[in-house]
């Protein structure tokens, strides 16, 4: 039985309507999860971040004001991947 390694990688979602047009949720962490597993990485937990700050908040709907609704940042992600080392 080995030690595990773990690997950390964020993936950040657009968000306003240029992200909803150009954001595929599902295919983005597909594509990370399958990037991932080639290199021996399994997936074991998944987060997301970000979401309850009131200042983040308050800074999204700033910039969706501003950009008149086309860009915002969109949800974050934690992607914790762990191998045997």
Known sequence: MGRKVN??????????????LLTNTKSAFEKEINHQNTDGWNLCELEAIGGAN??????????????????TL????????????
């Open 7 to 20: 690997k950390v990688v964020r993936i950040g979602l657009g968000g306003g309507l240029i992200g909803s």
């Open 54 to 71: 009131l200042f983040m908040m308050i800074v999204r709907m700033i910039i969706l004001a501003l950009t008149l609704g086309l860009f």
């Open 74 to 85: 969109g949800q974050n992600y934690i992607m914790i991947f762990e191998k045997e080392g």
